[in-house]
């Protein structure tokens, strides 16, 4: 069986800088992602300004998609969303003292999380040993005990939770 022979390849790999910055590729999700990333520390400067610096972890940010003079910020929390609404007119100032102009500044609240997410739960009981049995407990089971067969193995292995569990 005789193949076709491979053909020669003309084309030489690539960086995979060279594919983000690419206009048609992912060039244009690179530039908007250092757009915010620039924001960000625009948005950053402009808190520690106006004495907020603590806040700007806690807030997302974006461009409303209607605008690119409208900023969105999404605040992890009612109190901060509060904060910044009243502080909008300066944050703006400050925000073009910094070289960002924005005609506006909507302020949202940032979605819960979802409730099927599962999260660590921290209890105090973390290193305890067991107690053993409470009094109801134990009653039950000396109840049950005395209702088995003298020869059961059942019988035998309450007898064992008893002894092992005494309070």
């Not at 915010?36 to 950053?44: C, D, G, R, S, V």
Request: hydrophobic share 40%; aromatic share 4%.
């Amino acid at each position: 069986m005789n193949f076709a022979p491979k053909p020669t390849r003309t084309k030489a790999a690539h960086e995979w800088l060279d594919y983000l910055r690419d206009s048609e590729g992912l060039g244009g999700i690179l530039a908007k992602t250092e757009d915010l990333a620039k924001l960000k520390i625009a948005l950053n400067a402009a808190l520690s300004e106006l004495n907020l610096g603590n806040l700007a972890p806690k807030i997302e940010i974006g461009w409303h998609s209607g605008s690119q003079n409208e900023l969105f910020l999404l605040a992890s929390g009612a109190s901060i969303a509060s904060r910044l609404q009243q502080i909008l007119p300066s944050l703006i100032n400050e925000l073009e003292k910094n070289g960002v102009v924005c005609a506006a500044i909507k302020v949202r609240i940032k979605p819960a999380s979802a409730p099927w997410e599962i999260k660590p739960r921290i209890t105090q009981q973390i290193g305890r040993k067991p107690t053993g049995l409470n009094s109801v407990a134990k009653a039950s089971w000396e109840s049950l005990l005395e209702k088995l067969a003298p020869d059961s193995e059942l019988r035998k292995a309450v007898e064992r939770l008893l002894r092992n569990n005494p309070k």
